[in-house]
């Protein structure tokens, strides 16, 4: 029997090749987009599997009315795939709050909506998968991301949380971190630029903007590529809590990783000596009291702390 796909932002980008490599294995796909219209000119009915439905995933009771029609439809869904998203690309303070607001509620209260949604089905199965596309900026950050990188680090924070709540449930999840992919992504079909001018930033932001146009159409990363992983590890029976995909994201990822070591161990140096405006014996009595505390109040508390 085929699987069935519940798939967001699948009218282009990552979205449509993921919807489109479910397709080439033989998966029903319900593929969603701010307008059914835009999946069915992507895929111009190649499928008779693919079931384009309108989704604002912004709108948590659309959410909810798309799934609730997809179960009864075709009886579960399997596998969901959180893509919708666009990236709010600029200096940080050259946004709105209404943009920044804005971002959040897409990239990170939308999929949420979707997973919320979903997750009392998979649940009540004891079966499914949740794939979550964050991207590398959900672990680094830098210049120019930084409104963008923060709606993703909220992100990879509540799904790395509600993937180990889901687990003993028989729900897995995954992860997908990607570098730069050749999609539209750094377009204007989908990048935003801050709107407030700040001569202070005018000389990096021109060098920003000049960075992402040669960028846009350019990046390493070969969507089709990741949307053949995704499917396939979606196949396997023990799925990985992150795929971060593309050589670029490898870098940047480890090269984060190589700095945490380096801070966290420089920080237990600091740690070790009092500090000047401390009476050393009174901060040594601190120190331990506090690590009394902290072993009784996580005493007996389940995973990772």
Known sequence: MSKVWLVTGASR???????RAALNEGATVVATARTA???????????????????????????????AEAIERFGTIDVLVSNAGYAELGFFETFTDEAVRRQFEVNLFGTMNVARAVAPHMRQRRSGLIVTISSVSGLVSNGGGAVYSASKFAVEGWMEGFAQELAPLGVRS??????????????QKS???????????????????????????????????????????AAQDEVPSRFVFGDDARQWAGAKVDQLRQEIAQSADWADQAPICCNLDDWRMEKQEFYRSSKDRFEGVSGDI
């Not at 980008?13 to 919807?19: C, F, K, W």
């Not at 995954?174 to 377009?187: H, I, K």
């Not at 801050?194 to 070969?222: C, K, L, M, R, W």
């Open 13 to 19: 980008g990552l979205g449509r090749e993921i919807a």
């Open 37 to 67: 219209n835009a999946v069915r000119d992507a895929f111009a009915d190649e499928h008779e599997r693919l079931h384009a439905v309108t989704l604002d995933i912004t709108d948590a009771e659309a959410a909810g009315s798309v799934t």
């Open 174 to 187: 995954l992860l997908v971190e990607p570098g730069m992919l050749r999609t539209d992504f750094m377009d």
């Open 191 to 233: 990048a935003h630029f801050g709107s407030i001018e700040i001569p202070d930033y005018a000389e990096a932001i021109t060098q920003y903007h000049a960075f992402v146009e040669a960028a846009n159409g350019n990046q390493p990363g070969d969507p089709k590529l990741l949307a053949a992983w995704i499917v396939a590890l």
